[in-house]
């Protein structure tokens, strides 16, 4: 049977993985992602999820299915990455107070033993309350902003941050678990 490895460490995605009942390896991706610009496409996400895939691929077995994602925060069109440092952070949360964005993940597969490919992007709605500095810098200071998109976990906000969502919790959070499903069932993996 084909391996499925996971090529992301974060403890999100681990989760989402684990709560579908699926084993898997976790081989991170090393890939660059570095964006050109900060204009938001499908394309430029759905190439960075591939990207990460593939660099997993070249160090992998022949035996495996790799599954690679990528999550943005998207606010006016503009791609909201993670921020570099807490004034980074701050000035993110504040431009979402009050605001609908969107959050984008692009998940790719890719069969090692059958070479092929499988990406689908899943888009999900958030609206925040207006935020004040106060719950800002209440936000960054206890909990980790700079390692997420946005520099925001959905499943970690305080009450009275969230206005509403629509679509997919576990895609805001980074994976979702029909994209996977469908992305996997692509490849074949539940035949084998």
Do not use: W
Request: with cysteine; proline share 4%.
């Amino acid at each position: 049977m084909v391996k499925l490895i996971l090529a992301s460490n974060s403890p999100r995605r681990k989760k989402i993985l684990a709560d579908l009942g699926l084993e898997f390896e976790v081989i991170p991706s090393n890939y660059d992602e570095k964006l050109a610009d900060d204009i938001f496409s499908y394309e430029k996400i759905e190439d960075l999820a591939t990207q990460k895939c593939l660099d997993v691929v070249r160090r992998t077995d022949k035996n495996s299915l790799v599954l690679a994602a990528d999550t943005v925060v998207v606010l006016h069109n503009k791609i909201l990455g993670k921020p570099h440092s807490k004034d980074e952070a701050f000035n993110m949360l504040k431009s979402l107070s009050g605001a609908t964005h969107s959050v984008v993940t692009s998940t790719c597969g890719i069969n090692t033993q059958t070479n092929r490919a499988a990406l689908l992007s899943t888009t999900s709605y958030v609206r925040f309350n207006q935020l004040t500095d106060e719950m800002i810098h209440y936000y960054i200071d206890n909990f980790n902003p700079l390692d997420k998109a946005g520099s925001y976990g959905i499943q970690e906000l305080p009450p009275n941050y969230l206005d509403k969502y629509e679509g997919s919790f576990e895609n805001i959070v980074g994976l979702c678990p029909d994209a996977v499903k469908s992305v996997l069932e692509q490849l074949e993996y539940f035949r084998q």
